[in-house]
């Protein structure tokens, strides 16, 4: 039963590294959202996927890339991390309807 | 999307009742009212979600206006660990993406 699960939890990039942020859900849910939340603020939405294959942009997409190749994995892509991608990632799920959101515990990311 | 209005804080006594407000004036009809909290360095958490009618789950209650332009989440006896920041945002009904955005929340502080 492990829901959304996120990896890495913590981790410090430099100026100009990529990394991927990995996040994995065990429930079948076809939709699954990465936010961002910059301290003391609420979640910004940066990409969202409604099935495999089928990906969008949210309210702040720029620096980032997804793929969504199962439905199992959504993974975040950083290309050329900047001191402003500071920040804690969570990543999130749900099934059709109107059932409530499953985020995992997040990636707190620092870029120095 | 339609947006919501909160008090930045509120404070409660343990094992009282807290009365959380929300308005969203804008509301459309096919808006579904979604409540999360996010507990300290923890993910969101999903609370109750409702349409028109009061609902009622085991963890609090949501009373919805007649008008839906207001809504309140009763936290029905407070222990400390409801000390979180609580959320309360419009889903669109009619979108199929089911994008949830974050505003600021209400910081609670459960006093023992």
């Known amino acids: 039963n492990a829901g959304v699960t996120q990896t890495p939890k913590f981790r410090i990039l430099k100026i100009g590294q990529s990394m991927t942020l990995q996040c994995a859900q065990d429930?079948?849910?076809?939709?699954m959202y990465w936010y961002r939340q910059d301290p003391g603020m609420g979640l910004k939405l940066i990409y969202y996927?409604?099935?495999?294959?089928?990906?969008d942009k949210g309210e702040v997409p720029n620096g980032y890339n997804v793929s969504r190749s199962t439905t199992e994995d959504f993974p975040l892509r950083l290309e050329l991390a900047a001191p402003s991608q500071t920040s804690v990632y969570f990543c999130?799920?749900?099934?059709?309807?109107?059932?409530?959101?499953?985020f995992g515990s997040g990636t707190r990311l620092t870029v120095v | 999307d339609a947006k919501t209005t909160q008090p930045n804080s509120m404070e409660s006594n343990e094992e009282e009742p807290v009365h959380l407000p929300c308005n969203h004036s804008?509301?459309?009809?096919?808006?579904?009212i979604h409540w999360y909290r996010q507990l300290p360095s923890q993910g969101p958490e999903y609370v109750i979600h409702?349409?028109?009618s009061n609902v009622n789950n085991r963890m609090a209650s949501l009373a919805i206006a007649e008008d839906r332009k207001s809504s309140t989440l009763i936290l029905h006896r407070a222990t400390l660990r409801d000390a979180a920041v609580y959320y309360c945002?419009?889903?669109?009904?009619?979108?199929?993406?089911?994008?949830?955005?974050f505003g600021q929340g209400t910081t609670l502080q459960v006093k023992p």
């Open positions: 999130a799920s749900r099934s059709g309807g109107n059932y409530g959101y499953t």
């Open positions: 429930m079948n849910h076809n939709y």
């Open positions: 996927s409604v099935g495999a294959g089928i990906t």
């Open positions: 804008t509301i459309s009809g096919t808006d579904y």
């Open positions: 409702g349409l028109t």
């Open positions: 945002i419009l889903r669109a009904g009619s979108s199929n993406t089911g994008k949830l955005i």
